[in-house]
């Protein structure tokens, strides 16, 4: 089924995806990578604020190429989401309502995204280029020293994902070698 849907994704929009559902996002959502994660995590471990409310964002695994002119981003592929595992549920159980990425979760994470009625979704690696085109704007909100790894706010329209795993915990990597 293909669907469409805004970010930030309410709950009731959330526990309605079903793994294997194509679904467009238009809105805001947040890109960040493993060095971003690891600051945000010891920042809470610090008991620091995150530089972005976590309650109800999609996080995109992404580190962008350089903008070209007249372009907000340059290609935008997906990271491997494993990368982001060890920080990944701390930031669900905090309200994180989804994550898009590409490659399988631990357990750890898929119970995490059970306990907390949120979404796994996949964005085609290799296709970085076609899905810069889907990010109208990007802004880098937090730790710009860390270059493509930066915490950026992007608005995007129709951005292309497959939900992995829904929040009912079926996991399309699963189901599609059954």
């Given amino acids: 089924m293909e669907r469409k849907i805004t970010a930030p994704v309410s709950k009731s929009e959330l526990l309605s995806l079903r793994a294997g559902d194509y679904v467009k996002i238009s809105g805001t959502i947040y890109s960040a990578r493993d060095a971003a994660h690891r600051r945000m995590v010891e920042a809470l471990d ?3 604020e995150l530089p972005v409310n976590i309650e109800g964002i999609t996080i995109y695994y992404m ?3 350089p903008a070209r002119e007249g372009r907000p981003i340059g290609s935008a592929g997906p ?3 494993t990368r982001m595992d060890k920080y990944a549920p701390r930031l ?3 309200g994180m309502a989804g994550m898009i990425g590409k490659g399988k979760r631990s357990k750890e994470v898929i119970d995490g995204i059970v306990r907390n009625g949120a979404v796994y979704f996949a964005a085609v690696g290799g296709a970085g280029a076609l899905l810069s085109k889907k990010i109208l704007s990007s802004r880098v909100i937090a730790y710009e020293d860390l270059g493509t790894e930066a915490v950026r ?3 995007v329209e129709d951005f292309p994902v497959i939900v992995v795993v829904d929040s009912q915990g079926n996991n ?3 189901t599609s070698i059954e």
């Fill in 63 to 65: 580190g962008p190429s």
């Fill in 46 to 48: 610090r008991g620091e």
């Fill in 172 to 174: 399309l990597y699963e």
């Fill in 153 to 155: 706010e992007l608005v």
């Fill in 92 to 94: 669900l159980d905090m």
């Fill in 79 to 81: 990271t491997t989401a």
